[in-house]
């Protein structure tokens, strides 16, 4: 079983920036499309970014210019550097397959104070 562990998260001002990490376990995780999703108080969750194998990104539009996802396949993990945070930002972030297919890990906390 894939164990997911999030972390990076905080308060940060409106305008700051965080960098995120997801360490996942496993033998086969350099082949997988992976991503960062994201929950905010009352919300659904969404995916906000994801990225191949080879390293193709995509984002949804309102991270667009903001954040990057980046991954070192030779370490298991999976990055999200997150730049001119807005308050709307605030959420716990995920990560997981593209098609969610492991079990979530604990999230990561965000908090962005206007």
């Known amino acids: 079983q894939v164990r997911l562990v999030e972390s990076g998260g905080g308060l940060v001002q409106a305008g700051g920036s965080l960098r995120l990490s997801c360490a996942a376990s496993?033998?086969?995780?350099?082949?997988?499309?992976m991503g960062w999703y994201r929950q905010a108080p009352g919300k659904q969750r969404e995916l906000v970014a994801t990225i191949t194998s080879g390293g193709s990104t995509n984002y949804v539009n309102s991270v667009k210019g903001r954040f990057t996802i980046s991954r070192d396949n030779a370490k298991n993990t999976v990055y999200l550097q997150m730049n001119s945070l807005k308050p709307e930002d605030t959420a716990v972030y995920y990560c997981n397959t593209a098609t969610r297919a492991y079990a979530w890990g604990q999230g990561t906390l965000v908090t962005v104070s206007s």
């Open positions: 496993g033998s086969i995780f350099n082949i997988i499309p």
